[in-house]
């Protein structure tokens, strides 16, 4: 699952113990495990190795420069959204032949970035954005390649409504009956070759059940495809692998793999190309929010512990109501879990309303969460912060970033400074 686990009642990171980490940085600091990023795109790969795929990590889950570099430096490729994205990309050292570009609004300056950077495909998400995509590759006087992104109209009901993009009614990407008539209309372009079928239906995705409805549907486009003379040489499946948020809660990387491989492998064996798109399943559990309880309020019948850190730092519990596990750094024998779970059979555990400093009643990390006994001055843990935690992080109320900190075995390193109240107005200093 990870590297994030008590010793003699108290939290370390592989090695290291959290507070030593924090008599280092402070808090807030997001705090990531080398360690558990190098075994889960170990394990994705390997898992689904039959099909030799290119294995895109998703940037947009947890950006660092750092982690970018580490994984490419172990052969990954990148799948970016953002002109700011493919830069990080470029910073990294990644081959970027095996760089995906997906998202709805590429700006005309982002598109000529990446064919000048030379990506290896352009996610497509309309007509519009192809004809624009292929007009600035003729102007360049380059070719790009272009995968057609289809919804296959299917979805995960444990999907998030706000995560949920395989259905016909997105923004993303085209529903399937269009698919057909975009490749007569689109498919010989000779300055943006549409040679490749994407698919992403959504994240977090709790069963292979749905890839496999959704490759089935996308194998059978593409032999009628083939058959209207088209070119498809790759299949990128997406993302949307889920993480341990509760311990054991997601599918392992080989029952992923056991569904899908069989499906796709006679279409690799005949000489196509499979790309894997994860994410969240990499960086989640890699990393953890670190927080001090700054008071204890009583407010009615709730208990407030209120923290240095909030939806400002970590905004999936108010953006998406996610539950992610929350326990003090430092407790008691009998208070150490024996697993992250929402219903932890512990006596002497009290229900509180964990929140931040901001000015917004929907500033929370948990509500009615049933934790240890904690005081002012206590550390506490929000586990799974890997994904969409500092990637996600804002100024909202003048608050500045929290640190980033890589652990590898007894030792560790700042990623990125915290960042002062003198960073806030840097670029308003004109």
């Avoid at 600091?29 to 795109?41: E, G, M, N, R, V």
């Avoid at 689109?186 to 959504?202: M, P, Q, S, V, W």
């Avoid at 490759?215 to 993480?243: P, V």
């Amino acid at each position: 699952m990870d590297h994030f686990n008590y010793r003699d009642g108290e939290l370390h990171c592989e090695d290291t113990p959290i507070s030593e980490i924090v008599e280092s940085v402070g808090t807030p600091a997001y705090i990531y495990s080398k360690q558990t990023f190098l075994d889960h795109f170990q394990a994705i790969s390997q898992a689904f190795s039959e099909l030799d795929p290119i294995v895109c990590y998703s940037i947009k889950s947890c950006g660092n420069l750092h982690i970018v570099k580490l994984l490419a430096s172990q052969g990954s490729g990148m799948d970016v959204v953002s002109g700011g994205e493919v830069f990080r990309a470029q910073q990294s050292g990644v081959d970027m032949s095996k760089v995906v570009y997906a998202g709805v609004g590429k700006t005309d300056e982002e598109i000529e970035q990446a064919i000048r950077a030379e990506i290896g495909w352009f996610n497509i998400e309309s007509e519009a954005e192809f004809e624009n995509i292929a007009a600035i590759a003729a102007r360049l006087g380059k070719e790009a390649h272009g995968a057609l992104r289809i919804n296959p109209d299917v979805a995960d009901a444990r999907t998030h409504a706000k995560t949920t993009t395989g259905s016909k009614e997105t923004k993303f990407g085209v529903d399937i009956e269009r698919a057909k008539r975009f490749f007569h209309t689109y498919g010989k372009n000779e300055h943006c070759r549409l040679d490749a079928i994407h698919l992403h239906i959504g994240s977090p995705i709790y069963s292979p059940e749905p890839y496999v409805k959704a490759i089935t549907k996308t194998l059978e486009i593409i032999e009628e495809l083939r058959a209207d003379g088209f070119t498809i040489n790759t299949i990128d499946i997406g993302g949307g692998y889920a993480a341990d948020y509760e311990t054991g809660a997601s599918p392992s990387y080989k029952e992923y793999a056991d569904a899908i491989v069989p499906l796709l492998k006679p279409f690799k064996d005949a000489g196509g190309t499979v790309i894997l798109e994860p994410g969240r399943t990499i960086a989640a559990n890699a990393g953890v929010l670190v927080t001090e309880v700054q008071y204890i309020k009583q407010g009615g019948a709730k208990k407030f512990v209120i923290c240095d850190t909030g939806m400002h730092h970590l905004i999936r519990p108010t953006l998406y109501e996610a539950w992610q596990f929350i326990w003090p750094t430092k407790v008691a024998p009998e208070f150490v879990p024996d697993k992250r779970a929402k219903d932890l059979a512990i006596d002497g555990l009290e229900v509180s309303e964990i929140v931040g400093p901001i000015c917004e009643t929907g500033d929370y990390l948990a509500k009615d969460r049933p934790i240890p006994p904690v005081d002012r001055g206590d550390l506490l843990a929000v586990f799974s912060a890997g994904a969409y935690g500092m990637v996600m992080a804002s100024h909202y109320n003048a608050m500045p970033n929290p640190p980033e900190v890589m652990v590898g075995g007894d030792a560790f390193l700042t990623i990125r400074r915290r960042e002062t109240y003198e960073d806030l107005v840097a670029a308003e200093r004109v």
